[in-house]
Each structure stands twice: as C-alpha cells, then as structure tokens.
C-alpha cells in the first residue's frame, strides 16, 4: 500500500534543516518510555464489506463506524458492535450536490454523526434513521472561506468545532456549527524562526496534524503526521504542552518547486480517553518509503500512550502495522485498522 502524501506536496517556498533549535518554555523533549511492551492482534473478520483503505474506526455504544479513505462507493461504513455485523454504508462517492468528494474524518456528536469533506469544504450531519441500522443525511454546512483545505477537525461542543489552520496565521480555528470561523488560537510551536516569520502556510502545511477532543476531562490533543511531536491542550485550565520526541519537528526541503517530506512518517491517529492519550506512531524515514518502491507496509506498529500532559507513560510494540485506532480502558481493548490486509480490523488487548 502507498503512504497517503499526496497533500504534502503543497508545501512551498521554504527549506527546513534539522538544525539544534530552541524551542519555547512549553515544549518538552522525551526519548524512552517507562513501559515498553509487545502485544499481539486478533484480527477480526468481516464478511460483508470490501474496505480499499481503512483509516479511521470509532466506536459509541452498540454502534462502529469505519471510514474507508479510498471507498470505490461509499466513505463509511456502519456495523453493529462489538460482532460487527454490518448494517449499511454512507457518505456516498460522487460529484452530485449530496454526494462526498473525500472524508477526512468522523465524529460521533451527541445525537448525530459529523464528517468532514476538504475537497467541498463542507462538514455534514448524519442522523441515525428509526431502526437505527443507517445514517442518513440531515445537513451540510460550507466551512468559511478563510479555512484553508480543512483535513481533521474535533467537536468541542453542540455548536463548535475545532480545526487546525492550515495558513498557519495561528495553531487552530474555533468554527461555529454554522460554518462560520469564530476565532483562531495558538501558534505553531516550531523552533523554526525563520518558517516562522516568512513561510507559515509552508509551515502549517508540514504541521498538519490530527486531533481528538475529551469533553470529560478538557484534553485536546493534536499529533503531526510527519516528525514526532504532541501537544497537549487543557482547554479548562488553557494550559498549552508540547513534547518533541528524538526524531524531532516536522521536516521538508524544497525541490523543484514542491515541497518534499525528508525526515520521517510521524503519528497516524490520537484518542484522548479519560486518564490518557493513546496515539500511533510509525517512524518510518522517508528514505526507507523511496528505497521500497511502495513494499513497506502502510501505518505505524507502534501505540505511543502518553499522560493527559504528555509525559510518556508506555510504548505499546505491535504484530501488525495500523493507521487509525479506538480505545476501550474499561476492558483494556484497542479495535484497529490494519490498510495491508484484507480482513482489516484487528483487535488488542492491553494492560
């Protein structure tokens, strides 16, 4: 399977090194872990759906939803949990007014289902039907025009979203269930001062990161896909934590005009739970990627587990690479998407 990268390539104008940097009082190095553990997956058949690129799996209740990133018909796809007895698929493929031209992500809100479309710059709320066996679509909302190709995004609450800003002018946009951009906060924690000053978009662009969002604790969590940085955002307290792991910031040089990736696959998927941030690392340089010729396997084998501020609490090394994950503590289980194989979903147990 082939990394999906394609958006990197907007990168421009700008060149960073992997120079000594120094960073702000908020951002904390770490290399080990306390725990290091390996844990074997139990994968999980699906009889009824053919899934090309699985990325995303969430779970609420009897209910789980898997995202297919490259569905041939439909984006996502609904099964009962936890037998995933498949029930109906969504967010249907196609260039008609309620058709998806992408999905980037899903969430369950409270009584509703939320995805995102970058290409429509459009995010769209799905109602259970009255045998809640499908979804079906209530409304679109056109995201404001000053939001830059919106590619992850998290609900903070009944009437606002969270989505990083990819111009770069600051670190995430507030958007009001309306579409409309209320705000934006933060700034890119890059000790890059150069990119910085004269290239955020470029910057931003290196940064994209994904997020998730706990209403119980006030946790958000953003992870970059490229280099291995975690912030860690306590939107009670307004407390803002980063921490920058050996293999460093996002990196990228330009040639010939793109911008290229040249330092390594970074994070794939983040969950903050109630007590932690379980997020999937992969590592991978992209030297290794080129010198494959796309033989290596897609996703990370690795579960980062870091405290609600970060600290690395334990490295999680597992028997088969995966991209997005959902995260059970009560019965100590991880449902993951494994891209590579064509029984796709694997299961964990941890503790």
Known sequence: MKYNISLLFLLFLISCGTNKKEYAENVYPYSDFPQEKE???EVIELDSVLLRYPFRIHVKG?????MDLHGPDY????FQYPDFRYLSSFGKRG????DMLSMENFRFGKHAVWTLDANKKELTRLGFSPSSDSLLRDEAVTLDGDLLMPLDFAIYNDTTFIIPDYLGEKR????HRNGRLINKTGEIPSANKEALQDARPALAQAWRSFLDYNPNNGVLAAVTQLGEAVEVYNLKDTTHIVRIGEHGEPEFQVSGGYGIPTGIMGFSDVQVTDSAIYTVFSGTTFKEIARSSGALPSGGKYIYVFTLKGEPLCKYILDHYISGIWVDEINKTIIATDVNNDQPIVKFRFG
């Open 39 to 41: 844990i074997k997956g």
């Open 62 to 66: 009897d209910k789980v939803i898997i």
């Open 75 to 78: 984006y996502g796809h609904l």
């Open 95 to 98: 260039d008609s007014p309620k």
């Open 172 to 175: 995430l946009c507030w958007v």
